[in-house]
């Protein structure tokens, strides 16, 4: 297989090929989860299929077929998330594997979406986040705040170092590969009083002085001797033993995001300024987010805008800060 500047070269194009070509992009352009999630969707393709046929054998009928066995065996989301995942790795084909059918049809851009049934996602009542939090001390008590006060993604936490903090303006800086495309962004958000007063706290208290992250792992027993000091990649069980521990139904540390949002929304706070926190790039996301939580924003919104003039609360960045 030989690389040009512009274009993959392939001498003969096969179904292993394409997917090959497209996982190891999507493998050093996405997340893990994401990387995960495309992968799965060629396993699932492929199991029956002889990959060395050429990507334009797949017909729409073809991909309807395996799409709705996912439907019937897994779930209609399930099967829309492998419709979007291999119709954007036949779109990347096309644009950048020579000899990549251009003119065939996307088989799978032509099946339809499947209907789906979505449960609205677990918020945990502000007492129980309240119960584990008493149940913790040091380190994971300043994790638990950060997670709620800035109402961040687990990897985003984990990632988090000193040099992202600015204790002279009480701010944090938050990076995420949640954007499309993958790329890594940051955003600046404004630190409360009571978050920073816990995390200045830590600074003067942690025990691992050398380390540039603000949270590591600290359990010296045999098992994890090898990741003393490190970042967190996981923390597989710390969340369902500490919710255990504390009586409550177990949730994890994205439901603390949730409640932030949830919390917020029912503080009356305007959709634009928890999209803002939420860091969504639009207010569609934030609506359709806070829908999937079992909050009407929508409904809100056009009461408040409809019963006369409202007031927007700012939410201001490094940027307008430092003005």
């Known amino acids: 297989m030989k690389l040009t500047t512009e274009q993959i070269v392939t001498d003969c194009l096969?179904?292993?090929d394409w997917a090959g070509e497209y996982l190891d992009y999507s493998q050093s352009n996405f997340s893990l989860k994401t990387y995960k999630?495309?992968?799965g969707a060629f396993a699932g393709l492929f199991k029956g299929m002889d990959a060395d046929l050429s990507p334009d054998s797949i017909t729409p009928g073809m991909a309807m077929r395996y799409l709705m066995e996912q439907a019937n065996n897994r779930s209609g989301n399930a099967a829309n998330k492998d419709r979007k995942n291999l119709a954007a790795g036949w779109e990347w084909g096309r644009k950048y594997i020579s000899g990549f059918p251009l003119e065939t049809q996307n088989p799978f851009k032509a099946v339809d979406k499947f209907?789906?049934?979505?449960?609205p996602r677990y918020v945990p009542p502000e007492r129980d986040f309240w119960k584990i939090y008493s149940e913790t001390k040091g380190q994971d008590q300043v994790m638990l705040l950060t997670f709620l006060h800035l109402a961040a993604r687990r990897k985003e936490v984990f990632n988090l170092t000193w040099e992202d903090i600015d204790f002279e303006n009480s701010l944090i800086r938050i990076w995420t590969s949640k954007r499309k495309g993958g790329?890594?962004?940051?955003?600046?958000l404004p630190m409360t009083s009571e978050l920073r007063k816990v995390i200045v706290k830590w600074w003067q208290e942690r025990p691992v002085k050398e380390s540039p992250y603000v949270f590591i792992c600290l359990n010296q027993?045999?098992?994890?001797?090898?990741?003393?000091?490190k970042p967190y990649q996981n923390r597989q069980?710390?969340?369902?033993k500490l919710c255990k521990k504390a009586?409550?139904?177990v949730f994890g540390f994205?439901?603390?995001?949730h409640l932030t949002a949830s919390i917020l929304y029912h503080k009356g706070y305007d959709v634009s300024v928890i999209q803002s926190i939420l860091r969504h790039k639009s207010p569609t996301t934030t609506n359709r987010y806070l829908k999937s939580l079992g909050l009407e924003a929508t409904r809100d919104a056009l009461e408040k805008g409809l019963s006369g003039p409202g007031t927007v609360i700012p939410f201001k960045t490094k940027r307008a800060l430092l003005r």
Do not use: P, Q
């Open 14 to 16: 096969t179904l292993f």
């Open 254 to 257: 994205h439901a603390i995001r």
């Open 247 to 249: 009586g409550v139904k």
């Open 183 to 188: 790329t890594k962004e940051f955003d600046w």
């Open 221 to 229: 027993e045999n098992f994890c001797v090898e990741y003393f000091g």
């Open 115 to 119: 209907s789906e049934k979505r449960s």
């Open 237 to 240: 069980h710390f969340m369902k």
């Open 37 to 39: 999630e495309k992968k």
